[in-house]
């Protein structure tokens, strides 16, 4: 990043621009009072405002965690938050799927000429609001501007560090056979809200998206029996099959999931059937899968439970030793159907 | 970051799509090829391998330094490099400009679905190829895929953590009155090579970007004498014109540049003045500015040509105690000029 002075005069009035310009990201005059009319105001923190290249943080331990994603969502408002949101609780969740505490967000911004201040000005307190409710700091970012119709409005790539408070190695390799499989709620709001809302059907399907850090209930799962969590995983693109999938190979068990004991919502139901769509491969935001060890699973329901983000958590499987990598799924029924990896594209754009 | 299994098989040939398919984003099946077939295969180490949300990292000490970057440039190909090359040598120089080791690198890329699976692979090499020059590991990673025509073929997106070996503190904020300003070899070379290969003139002007890393380039000036290095920046948006200008603010000292001593290659003048461009305000990828107390500055100045990146360094102004936050210029012929920001927009998509 690029360091800012914000003593400077500012001659000339950006306020006086509603769309963002070129100029905007040329490194001079005009980037510089973008970033101090708009970026500093929202972020302002010790480390941001010193503006250096880099962010320079005081760090307690011996282990960190680091992880990005970028973030293309389309649109980028919808029922329950906007592309700000998700590019915070994104980073903050991959964080806290391996057991770290976030620390520290960067976020980098590649913006098209034209798109409007006003929803920047929207995804940058969306940006803010995200940081604050999970506990972290946005300590360094970037700001690009492209030509009209070489980007589609504003693309954000968030990147974490996340530090260790423990000494447990959690994954999505550590399942074990006879593990339960627990999901803190219902799953595919955030797909079936973004999708409703690109097709014009929010105000009838009522759907919110689920976007919300997950890094306080890793935290009650953890105190409440950090050695019985074997495997986390957030069930984000691909939804919970795809992800239940990985870490079925990547642990090397089976799983054996039972449809009668997925939450999913009538309206997400309503939807996908609407849509031609199964909400095991729709993305959700603020939803864990853990696989956690038998003995402590009644212990880490009622935790889950006990959490505003956790109210409906449910027991939705088991881990087995048979057929390592397949995920099956008992049917209402009675039946068994094999349960996939989503094969090409179901939903593009959805984080 | 997903997690993703190389053991599973592999049923659809993804090299038969020479192109990138919106599928190869959506998280499934596709996207788990892709990235086991084109990225592990660039980047595998072990931190990469674990395939987990977040990669987990020994962490040797008790301060680190963070840093993000977007890169857009046009052309993504360049003499001298491509957007593969300056996406991680721009993040690394971040994290050297603030006196740290930089030890790790996430890479999130923006892809517009068809884009040539062989450009990619070439940006791929490039960003492996860069990371082993400068002795960092890319260690974590996203990829979205944008529908054709709502991005301009590749973003790249790096952040950067780095270490500290020592107990300086380094920034662009530490210029003191009296000190010498050194610049490691000729200005602008960047900024034109991407200019010219732009405009079709490459051939003529032979002008290479000189995008490197320069962490080795301030391990040595640390080793020389650390306590005299104190302020480093490394002038890319913008030029060393609005570099020197945030120096000069963020120090609150003044800053007199000698126009003779300025090192400009011959053909990057050609094109400025062909272009009307001042390479005072050029972009450069593998340049340094360095303020240093002058009793060490013979000895750092040596060490800077004792570098393969250094061997044309020169003093190229000094730090004063009148009018903080000024810039001014003595032309050749002996006039004093003063140095401004960059106003607009002068070279878009440089970087």
Known sequence: MNSINFAAACPIPIQQYPHVLLAHGGGGKLMHQLLRQVF??????????????????????????????????????????NIGHLAVYGTVNDLAMVGARPLAISVGLILEEGFSRQELARVLDALREAADR?????????????????????????????????????????????DLILVNGPIGDHGI???????????QTKVVSDCAPLNGLVAELLAEAGEAVHALRDPTRGGVATTLKEIARQSGVGITLREEALPVRKEVQ???????????????????????????ADRLLARLRAHPLGREAAVIGHVTDVQPGRVQLETVVG??????MLAGEQLPRIC
């Open 40 to 81: 500093f105001a929202a972020f302002g923190n010790p480390a941001l405002d010193t503006q250096h290249d880099s962010a320079v943080l005081d760090f307690p331990s011996g282990r960190l965690a680091f992880t990005t994603d970028s973030y293309v969502v389309d649109p980028l408002f919808f029922p329950g938050g």
């Open 193 to 203: 809200a973004v999708m409703a809302a690109r097709e014009g059907l929010e105000l």
């Open 335 to 340: 039946g068994l159907r094999a349960v996939e």
């Open 134 to 178: 999970a506990g972290v700091k946005i300590v360094t970012g970037d700001t690009k501007v492209v030509p009209r119709g070489k980007a589609d409005r504003i693309f954000i790539t968030t990147a974490g560090i996340g530090v260790y408070d423990h000494g447990l190695a959690i994954t999505g390799a550590g399942a074990r056979p006879g």
């Open 270 to 296: 309503g939807v996908c059937a609407l849509l031609g769509l199964d909400p095991l491969y729709v993305a959700n935001e603020g939803k864990l899968l853990a696989c956690v060890a038998p003995a402590a």
